[in-house]
């Protein structure tokens, strides 16, 4: 048996059966969370991901290549790794 949606969002007219599922409505589309208080936020701080240099990643411009251009590009990396696996 379902659940009666009792609980009403503050900023619109919806309606849901569980706290979590308002706190996700608003979240996404009101652009806000309500939290208890007190609490604190769950997860790591935001901002740049530990571990990982500061633009990395971008400078690769894959978005333009085409799939063929891709899989060669894939079976050179792949080529590279296994000739330095034989070095070591």
């Keep these: 048996m379902a659940k009666r949606k009792t609980i009403k969002c ?10 979590a599922h308002l706190a996700r409505h608003v979240g996404t589309a009101h652009g806000t969370v309500k939290r208890k208080a007190g ?16 633009g990395k990643g971008t400078g690769l411009n894959l978005a333009g290549l085409s799939l063929t251009q891709l899989c060669q590009l894939i079976d050179i990396a792949h080529a590279e790794a296994k000739r330095r696996l034989e070095q070591m």
């Design 10 to 19: 503050p900023k619109c007219d919806r309606r849901f059966s569980m706290p």
């Design 39 to 54: 609490r604190p936020r769950k997860g790591r701080k935001m901002g740049r991901r530990p571990g990982r240099p500061a």
